[in-house]
């Protein structure tokens, strides 16, 4: 569900006409929807019903503060991964007790920050960074919760580059070690033992890898109060995926009941990190068609958005559904929908039959608000695309596009460089 639709042929983002923003802002253009990050929130979190349970929203799907805020607003809590999407989420007002932080390789600086900030616990991905996690608690003489983020060896069966919960996976602690580690954990001076982790991949359609991981997770919480370990959160990661073509991913409801009754009767709190859930169909990414190339057989469609805005599609192969802001009929033509980028692989679309376009026609890129703009990059010195929040009739920048100044930010020529002859 969300609310991009044609009014009178011409598409819309709630109330307000795709192409009024277009005339405002220029393109490339990410636009959000306000009303369906909501409402994609409001059913998730309502999924759980009464289960005891905390929706941390995963940051890294689509970093802007202002949809950091939204989610804040309607209670939500944030999965980060680096200590920069700490800092986004402090700014954004996100409580430290409804932070937990994930990710392999931790720095000092950012598990001091975050220890500082008292977050509500670290997902512990190696033997070593919990030492050093105790050892930096220590010197701060504070206690670190921490969790451990096990890894069940399941195949969540979604592409190779979002799986995360098989044995060969650089994430988590292989599930027949985590003993040891915890047995390590509760024994050391800083770090109190609070929960265990696991996060088994990006874009599930199916709940079966979900149900087997959290079997996995939940005998292993038995087996560790079999020792006397305890924990209160079981966190079991994000990963539900979304439709962007004739995927039938189940809905919240169907995955919170699978899990909440495999955990019920526990006496545990959920910990849940829905990133690509809320927001992936909650935004879409405005371009326009600049060319129109015939070669041979191929038809190209050139637009001025290209892979450093929008990366899914040349990194993962991803589709995406493109439509026309304004809606035509008759005829239409196969054709590859490409940026101007210096790469074969810089594309949005291959082979895709659409509607017969041309220079000055807008496109719109759908299902764009899940590693969408959070993925997007400088290459070729492309200055990044604007972004805006819909709420209703009204619309507001929340990203202003890029200038050339920023382009060049922090950059210098050498000062050896500045006379000649000095090489
Ligand atoms: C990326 C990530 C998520 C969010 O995954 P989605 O598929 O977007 O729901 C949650 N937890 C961790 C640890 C992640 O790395």
Request: aromatic residues 8%.
């Amino acid at each position: 569900m969300h609310y991009f639709e044609y009014r009178k042929r011409k598409l819309y983002c709630e109330d307000v006409p795709v192409e009024e923003i277009i005339r405002e802002v220029g393109t490339p253009v990410y636009i959000y929807s306000a009303r369906t990050l909501a409402r994609h929130f409001r059913v998730f979190d309502a999924s759980f019903g009464d289960i005891s349970h905390l929706v941390c929203y995963s940051v890294k799907a689509n970093s802007n503060i202002s949809i950091i805020k939204l989610f804040a607003n309607l209670g939500s809590g944030v999965d980060i991964v680096s200590g920069g999407e700490l800092y986004r989420a402090l700014k954004a007002g996100v409580s430290p007790r409804k932070i937990v932080y994930s990710g392999v390789g931790k720095k000092d600086w950012e598990i001091t920050l975050a220890l500082e900030k008292g977050i509500l616990m670290f997902n512990v991905e190696s033997a070593e960074e919990l030492e050093n996690i105790n050892k930096i608690a220590g010197r701060m003489k504070v206690k670190a919760p921490v969790s451990i983020r096990v890894n069940p060896d399941v195949d969540p069966k979604t592409h190779p580059y979002i799986s995360t919960g098989m044995r060969e996976n650089k994430f988590g602690i292989d599930i027949r070690e985590s003993l040891a580690l915890y047995k390590k954990a509760v024994s050391m001076r800083n770090v109190e033992v609070v929960g265990i982790d696991c996060h088994i991949g990006s874009q599930l359609t199916d709940v079966k890898p979900f149900v087997d991981a959290v079997k996995i997770v939940v005998d292993f919480v038995k087996t560790l109060r079999e020792r006397g370990i305890t924990v209160r959160y079981v966190d079991i990661g994000g990963g539900l995926g979304i439709t962007y073509r004739d995927e039938t991913p189940p809905h919240p409801e169907e995955y919170a009941s699978a899990i909440g009754s495999l955990i019920k009767e526990m006496d545990l709190t959920l910990v849940l990190e829905p990133g690509r859930v809320l927001t992936g169909n909650a935004g879409i990414l405005v371009t326009e068609v600049l060319y129109t190339k015939r070669t041979g057989e191929k038809t190209f469609y050139i637009v001025d958005a290209a892979m450093n805005d929008l990366a899914r599609p040349s990194l993962y192969g991803s589709y995406h559904e493109i439509v026309p802001v304004r809606k035509k009929d008759g005829k239409t033509t196969v054709a590859d929908v490409v940026g101007p980028i210096c790469e074969s692989g810089d594309f949005l679309a291959k082979s895709r039959e659409l509607p017969l376009v041309k220079r000055g026609d807008f496109l719109a890129v759908m299902s764009a608000g899940a590693y969408g703009f959070s993925m997007s990059s400088n290459y070729n010195s492309r200055p990044r695309a604007a972004e805006v929040l819909v709420n209703g009739d009204s619309y507001e920048v929340i990203r202003e596009r890029e200038s050339l100044r920023d382009l060049l930010r922090g950059e210098k020529i050498a000062s050896f460089l500045k006379k000649r002859g000095e090489l």
